[in-house]
């Protein structure tokens, strides 16, 4: 799973671009101006960019190249119907690591979001692990002890907050914003709803109290103390 910036203008090309990425397992914040990708880029932080070359009010180029200035590293992929050899050596000059000419392909943009995805900062492979726990990420699977679980998205999605952030107590806030899409409020009760079934999930691979509540705080991810004596002994 990655968090997706999609910038497109167009919002007929916007919407099925952006329900292909959600499908293939990504949170999409999909916005249809450089102004507000201008804002949303202040504001967190992105594992790939997607970004059509011309926008209105701030271009794509303009935001690549801003992007870069500040020291981020994330893969940026263009979308434009400009084809030369000068223009695509504009993106790459601008920071660009990869171009895609309109009209846009689906399947061959989901391909290359999965090879873009490898050169992501938080790129650790296939799978996730910690200690015998492991989340197969192109299959949304849980695997322990020879046990093999099938999980929802979004529950999915929560495991590999946790998975990438082990031990670290994680605030409703930081969840809430690392799971839904810029735009989407989720209710009140969303977390805890989500971490009552990612629970269930979990129990079914006897790895339920794995989810520790810090009450006031969050949550934390780690793995029960009993059960890592009792496999070390």
């Keep these: 799973m990655m968090r997706i910036l999609l910038v497109e203008d167009d919002t007929e090309q916007l919407e099925p671009l952006q329900i292909a990425l959600n499908e293939a397992g990504h949170i999409v914040d999909g916005v249809d101006d450089g102004a507000m990708a201008q804002w949303l880029l202040s504001q967190k932080d992105y594992d790939l960019l997607i970004l059509d070359w011309l926008l209105p ?30 223009d695509k050596i504009t993106g790459l000059d601008a920071g660009a690591d990869d171009y895609l000419v309109k009209p846009v392909d689906v399947l061959e943009l989901l391909a290359r979001v999965r090879a873009l995805g490898r050169r992501s900062p938080m790129w650790q492979g296939d799978i996730l692990q910690l ?45 809430e914003q690392a799971l839904w899409e810029w735009g989407s409020e989720p209710e009140s009760n969303a977390v805890t709803a989500l971490i009552r079934r990612l629970r269930q999930r979990l129990q079914l691979v006897n790895a339920a109290d794995w989810i520790e509540t810090i009450y006031g705080m969050g949550y934390r991810f780690r793995p029960s103390v009993e059960q890592v004596v009792s496999r070390k002994s």
């Design 57 to 86: 009010e701030v271009n794509g180029i303009s935001l690549c190249r801003q992007y870069r200035q500040t020291g981020k590293t994330s893969p940026v992929l263009m979308l434009t119907a400009k084809d030369t050899t000068t």
């Design 131 to 175: 200690a015998d726990l492991q989340l197969h990420l192109h299959t949304l699977t849980l695997a322990r002890d020879g046990i093999a679980v099938e999980l929802a998205p979004r529950e999915f999605h929560l495991l590999e907050y946790f998975l990438r952030h082990p031990n670290h107590v994680l605030s409703r806030a930081q969840i």
